[in-house]
C-alpha cells in the first residue's frame, strides 16, 4: 500500500506566495514521475505540474513563470513553490505520483487533496 501526504494549503492573498509538499510511504521501489493537479469549483481536474525521476519539468501554461515544482528523491518527497497567486489559483490541489512498486506494479497514486484560496 501507498500513501501520498499532502500540506501547506491555506488562504493567501493575490500576489502571496505558498509552498505545497507532497511526501509518499509505504510500499515503494522507486517514484518515477510526480505531479500537481488542481480542481476548480465546476471545474475539470487539470494538471499544473510534473517532474520525472530525472528532473525535468513540465508546467500548464498558465503557471509558468510563476510555480516552480521540485522534488527529494531521498524524502519522496514533492513541493510545489507558489509565487504570485492569482485569484484564478484557487482550487484543491492533488498530489499524484506514479510509483513502481516491489511487486514489479507500476500505478498512479493520489494524494487527499489540499485547499488553495487566493483572496482579493
Known amino acids: 500500500q501507498v500513501q501520498l501526504v499532502e500540506s501547506g494549503g491555506g488562504l493567501v492573498q493575490a500576489g502571496g506566495s505558498l509552498r505545497l509538499s507532497c511526501t509518499a510511504s509505504?510500499?515503494?521501489?522507486?517514484?518515477?514521475?510526480m505531479g500537481w493537479y488542481r480542481q476548480a469549483p465546476g471545474k475539470q481536474r487539470e494538471l499544473v505540474a510534473v517532474?520525472?525521476?530525472?528532473?525535468?519539468?513540465n508546467y500548464v501554461d498558465s503557471v509558468k513563470g510563476r510555480f516552480t515544482i521540485s522534488r527529494d528523491n531521498a524524502k519522496n518527497t514533492v513541493y510545489l513553490q507558489m509565487n504570485s497567486l492569482k485569484l484564478e489559483d484557487t482550487a484543491v490541489y492533488y498530489c499524484?505520483?506514479?510509483?513502481?512498486?516491489?511487486?514489479?506494479?507500476?500505478?498512479?497514486?493520489w494524494g487527499q487533496g489540499t485547499q488553495v484560496t487566493v483572496s482579493s
Open positions: 499524484n505520483a506514479k510509483i513502481l512498486t516491489p511487486m514489479a506494479i507500476i500505478r498512479g497514486y
Open positions: 509505504g510500499s515503494i521501489f522507486r517514484i518515477e514521475a
Open positions: 517532474i520525472t525521476g530525472a528532473g525535468s519539468t
